[in-house]
């Protein structure tokens, strides 16, 4: 994996920049979105409004990623996402009447919390029948984790169906390290993780239902990729979204990721209004939902850059 972040990674608190399109069509709009110091905002060819400054460190993702079989995800729809909390994409999902969105049963095992983005990339397992894990079986190079570790794309996150087994591991250090160095950007499973001291020490963003001794082959059969699941009782389609924080993991269907992101940013823009309005003494009433004097007033406070105080 390269070590050289390129155009595409966001690390630290550093400034976003998203092109504009070749025709400049965003160019007159720039004078109308200020910054923190005044300075005019980028304005993505989706809409997407980002902010100056980006509170979280993103995994490298190559462009080439999303532009190829797995994922189609423009930069300022990505840098959006990863602006923005999985409580906001969740909201904005429930707006867009999509619910089950939120997996249950399943934490960030790394201490402090590493965000994940990427598109998913499925293991599916069912409950072990012996005929399905023989020996050649398990050995053979068709076995679906096998092929998983080798094929899951760089920046994408794998996705596993550990049917809500916290007993049973789907993943131990040693692939851990293997997804690592091939630069898959996190796993996500509602099953267990074998190793687990080492396997967090690897470094790659791991979410699951905790730790657990057993292999996968104690209680699981290995039987497809790249197929829809099911992780943490929600339906997850490859090449959905999957986003995950300290509050947990949630999906995004691919076809609303852009809006989700752009109307995702409005959000907590607003909300970081609020909260300077709530610290000042302000009841929430008239702020959530705001009211019509709220509305100027925010889009006061908007044109004038955006004051902390």
């Known amino acids: 994996m390269q070590d050289d972040p390129g155009p595409h990674q966001v690390v630290g608190m550093a400034e976003i920049e998203i092109p504009v399109d070749a025709k400049g069509n965003d160019a007159d709009r720039q004078h109308r979105h200020r910054g923190e110091h005044g300075e005019p905002k980028k304005i993505g060819k989706n809409g997407i409004h980002l902010p100056d400054i980006v509170p979280y460190r993103l995994r490298v993702i190559d462009k080439r990623q999303f532009n190829g079989p797995t994922c189609t995800m423009d930069d300022d729809i990505f840098q959006g996402l990863g ?5 906001t994409i969740t909201m904005q999902l429930l707006k867009r009447g999509i619910r089950n969105v939120s997996m249950a049963g399943i934490r960030p095992l790394n201490d ?6 990427g598109p998913a990339y499925t293991l599916r397992y ?5 005929d399905l894990s023989t020996p050649e079986v398990l050995g053979g190079a068709d076995y679906p984790p096998r092929l998983a570790i080798e094929q899951a794309p760089e920046g994408s996150v794998l996705v ?12 131990g250090d040693q692939l851990t390290e293997r997804l690592k160095i091939r630069g898959v950007a996190g796993v996500v499973s509602d099953g267990a993780i074998r190793d687990c001291a080492q396997s967090v020490a690897v470094g790659l963003a791991l979410y699951a239902a905790g730790p657990a001794a057993p292999a ?14 099911a992780c943490g009782g929600v339906a997850v389609i490859p090449r959905d979204i999957i986003a995950g924080d300290g509050d947990g993991v949630v999906v995004i269907p691919q076809a609303l990721a852009a809006e989700v992101a752009r109307d995702g940013l409005e959000q907590e823009r607003y909300e970081r209004f609020a909260k300077l ?8 009433r008239g702020l959530y939902p705001p009211n019509e ?5 925010y889009a006061k406070w908007v044109e004038d850059g955006e004051p902390e105080g």
């Open 83 to 87: 602006a923005i909390s999985t409580a």
């Open 112 to 117: 402090p919390v590493q965000r994940i983005l």
């Open 126 to 130: 069912v409950p072990l029948r012996e």
């Open 160 to 171: 596993i169906d550990g049917r809500g087994r916290d007993d049973i591991a789907v993943l």
């Open 216 to 229: 996968s082959v104690a209680g699981h059969a290995a039987v497809d990729l790249e197929t829809p699941i």
């Open 277 to 284: 309005k709530i610290q000042e003494g302000r009841p929430a």
């Open 293 to 297: 004097d709220t509305k100027a007033e």
